[in-house]
């Protein structure tokens, strides 16, 4: 999913409403911690059981979160300088959000093991489990859900992400995943997601600091092309159709139109796929 999100039905009020009610529904009594099914079903099969790293990992996200929010202070709100009796009230309201976040991390995680154990028949997911990058990306994108329901825009993506040190492809590796395995997300926490991953693939993975991976991955072989970079082509290309299509049907006759898409788009993949550092530090429709 990387096209433009319709606009949103409702207002941002009752956009706003649905979410928290949404967040009350499916986390009010949800735990924080991994539950009894997590560590007993999942986490004691692995070869290392990850629980400790696992938490411990979380608090780390915890701490870094709370001390940029405590730096930075939430735009617009209050000045803490003018005002220093009501940081330790934001603080606290903070904690309480990041408390929501560790709740859906762990409902969201249980949520993606037990499908994937029902679809491989295995309750064995040492790899994944352990995987620094798989955690870090379902984090940020758990976090994200929250901040966008609290509205607490001053460390939303890509602040979230630089804090909690993951990159943007191995965020686009799992947001389907995460989509998936999310219970009846709220439409403007839906929109939300759809809207980072769109902003990653058509300027945040072109960047500097993310661009190398990129190019590793139009350099390979595509028999030897890993899933995920499969994915990222795939949605790449996608984004690209979408706009192609937009561009011509709004300057064209409808009989010109199929060609000249086909002409475009089929340049665009050779110059990306060959050249893909043209695109280095600009967005994918300039």
């Known amino acids: ?36 099914t997590l560590c007993e079903r999942y986490f004691r099969e692995c070869e290392n059981n ?49 408390i929501l976040v560790n709740k859906l991390y762990y409902r969201t995680l249980e949520s993606i093991l037990r499908g994937e154990s029902e679809r491989l028949k295995t309750n064995n ?10 955690h870090r990306s379902l984090y940020v994108w758990c976090l994200e859900v929250i901040l966008r329901s609290k509205e607490i825009f001053k460390l939303m993506y890509p602040k979230s992400a630089k804090i909690i040190n993951v990159g943007n492809l191995d965020l686009i590796k799992i947001v389907d995943c995460f989509i998936k395995y999310v219970p009846a997300l709220p439409r403007v926490s839906r929109q939300h997601v759809y809207s980072i991953e769109e902003n990653i693939m058509e300027e945040a993975a ?48 409808a009989a010109s139109t199929t060609e ?11 110059a990306v796929s060959r050249y893909p550092e043209l695109l280095k530090d600009r967005h994918v429709d300039h």
């Not at 938490?55 to 209050?78: C, M, N, T």
């Open 260 to 270: 000249l898409m086909r002409l475009t788009l089929s340049t665009f993949r050779h």
């Open 125 to 134: 997911f040492n790899a994944l489990l352990n995987n620094e990058k798989f």
């Open 50 to 98: 990850p629980e400790e790293s696992i938490v411990k990992r979380l608090e780390d996200f915890r701490v870094k979160l709370s001390k940029q929010y405590a730096e930075s202070g939430p735009a617009g709100v209050i000045n803490f300088d003018d005002a220093p009796r009501e940081k330790p009230a934001l603080s606290s309201r903070l904690h309480e959000h990041l």
């Open 1 to 36: 999913r990387i096209t433009k999100s319709p606009a949103p039905m409702g207002t941002p009020v009752s956009g706003a409403v649905e979410a928290n009610n949404w967040l009350r529904r499916e986390l009010q009594d949800a735990p924080d911690k991994p539950s009894n």
């Open 206 to 253: 072109w960047r500097s600091d993310s661009i190398n991976q990129i190019m590793s991955i139009m350099s390979s072989d595509k028999s030897k092309k890993s899933p995920q970079q499969n994915l990222f082509l795939r949605k790449l290309y996608t984004l690209a159709h979408n706009r192609i299509r937009k561009l011509c049907f709004g300057l064209f006759s």
